[in-house]
């Protein structure tokens, strides 16, 4: 797996994703910044708080039969 570098044009915002063994493309006549974040990789974990299941093991006394 190789990583990948995203850079982006201070002059004209274009973004480019290139090998990291690769040298810093130019554009505009200018060398691109190196983007921090990657663009395209895990979502934020939002939809993650919610995996609970209904297999608690500790659930009892809500069903309330015999005592
Ligand atoms: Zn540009």
Known sequence: MKD???YVCAA???KRS???DE????CCKRTMN???LPVCE?????EHSRMDDA???CD???AGGNV
Do not use: Y
């Not at 040298?23 to 130019?26: A, D, L, M, V």
């Open 4 to 6: 990948r570098i995203n």
């Open 12 to 14: 004209c915002g274009k």
């Open 18 to 20: 290139i090998p990291a």
């Open 23 to 26: 040298p810093t493309p130019e």
């Open 34 to 36: 190196p983007e921090p």
């Open 42 to 46: 895990m979502a934020p974990s939002a």
């Open 55 to 57: 297999s608690g093991p």
């Open 60 to 62: 009892d006394g809500s």
